[in-house]
């Protein structure tokens, strides 16, 4: 096959399916924004957790462990941690609810893990 | 005898067993949601055949079932003197009642006389005449010492969170359901806690204290039967018919 041809075959092809590269295109951006704004919230989360002095650290590797925070509709689940505890997260309320945007409404103590229910 | 409340934020329900404690005051401001919650009590009252008295000027325009005594303590002070007549008669022969028997609660004697006082609008009652006003607080307060082993339930409603703008001693309710407070000392004053001012409560949403334990939040919301009680209750129902 003659080089030309190739170039032709492939003109042919991108021009065919512009539509879709121009998509793939979009998505790709779309997907990278979100995974580098998820990223940025992480790191913001790990500064926050730190600087109050709620990780600990692992005494193999001297590295901070992170606890668990799942954030859903209306409750914040701390699941990890021995430092985090109800009586500590409304001691530091005001850090609390300025940092994550709310309000917070009771916090409860369960079996392994610390449950913030929102107002 | 246990009188639905409301539901936890965990979705559980929340009794209140007047068997063990028979004082409720229930606070909060205006369109809180207290005399929705009040009447929600006032009807399982009811359900269990309580005889039930509402000492209230307000209480033809909240609750507007026939079956309880309703008393306004300004225009019917004749009617309110024979509720404190007649529940004083009451307690005395109560009382002797359980004297006589081996029991410490008038449940276990057999006898099965429930009665149940809701006092609105608490510092209405502060204008009443002299001599009518010491004598029915007087009652009030016989009640929340000696009321609990006589099964006599109170509940008394409030507007404000003061506890000295009426003589009938707030202090010791032993369930407080408490709406969003305007200042962290009425919260205080009440519960010796400042939840009721910390928390961002809602319209229906309340604090429940109850002495000796922690205070925490519950929803007013209709009670989370299962569905072999509900299954249960029909069948009961068309049993009866």
């Known amino acids: 096959m003659k080089k030309s041809n190739l170039i032709q075959m492939v003109s042919d092809l991108i021009q065919s399916h512009q539509y879709f ?4 295109v979009v998505f790709f951006f779309v997907l990278l924004g979100v995974y580098i704004y998820l990223t940025i919230q992480n790191n913001k989360l790990k500064q926050f ?12 590797t001297n590295e901070a462990i992170y606890p668990s925070i799942h954030w859903k509709k209306s409750t914040i689940t701390i699941k990890g941690s021995t430092k985090i505890t109800s009586k500590q997260i409304l001691d530091d309320r005001e850090k609390w609810e300025k940092f994550f945007n709310i309000q917070i409404l009771s916090v409860e103590d369960e079996r392994q893990k610390t449950v913030i229910f929102l107002g | 005898m246990k009188i639905y409340i409301g539901r936890n934020l965990k979705n559980e329900n929340v009794y209140w067993d007047t068997f063990n404690r028979n004082f409720l005051y229930i606070a909060s ?7 929705y919650l009040a009447s929600e009590i ?6 269990q055949n309580y005889k039930l008295y509402i000492i209230s000027d307000k209480a033809r325009v909240d609750y507007k079932r026939p079956e309880p005594i309703k008393i306004s303590p300004h225009e019917e002070i004749e ?5 404190i007549h007649e529940v004083s008669e009451l307690m005395s022969s109560l009382k002797t009642e359980v004297e006589n028997s081996e029991f410490t609660h008038i449940n276990n004697t057999g006898k099965s006389l429930k009665i149940a006082i809701l006092l609105d609008e608490l510092w209405s009652t502060n204008n009443l005449p002299k001599e009518l006003k010491t004598s029915f ?11 609990r082993y006589l099964n006599i339930c109170l509940i008394c409603l409030s507007q404000t969170f003061k506890t000295t703008e009426t003589a009938i001693p707030i202090k010791h309710a032993s369930v ?37 334990l922690k205070p925490f939040v519950i929803t007013v919301r209709p009670e989370k039967k299962s569905l072999f009680k509900v299954l249960w209750n029909l069948l009961k129902q068309k049993l009866i018919r």
């Open chain 2, 29 to 35: 401001l205006s369109g809180g949601g207290k005399s």
């Open chain 1, 21 to 24: 590269l121009f998509g793939g």
């Open chain 2, 42 to 47: 006032l009807n399982q009252f009811l359900d």
């Open chain 2, 79 to 83: 009617k309110l003197k024979d509720f």
């Open chain 2, 176 to 212: 407080v359901v408490l709406g969003r407070t305007d200042t962290k000392e009425a919260s205080l004053s009440v519960m010796d806690s400042d939840i009721g001012y910390s928390s961002p409560l809602k319209p229906g949403q309340f604090i429940y204290w109850q002495r000796g």
């Open chain 1, 49 to 60: 957790l730190f600087a109050n002095g709620y990780t600990e650290v692992d005494f193999k």
């Open chain 2, 137 to 147: 607080n007087d009652l009030i307060e016989l009640i929340i010492r000696q009321g």
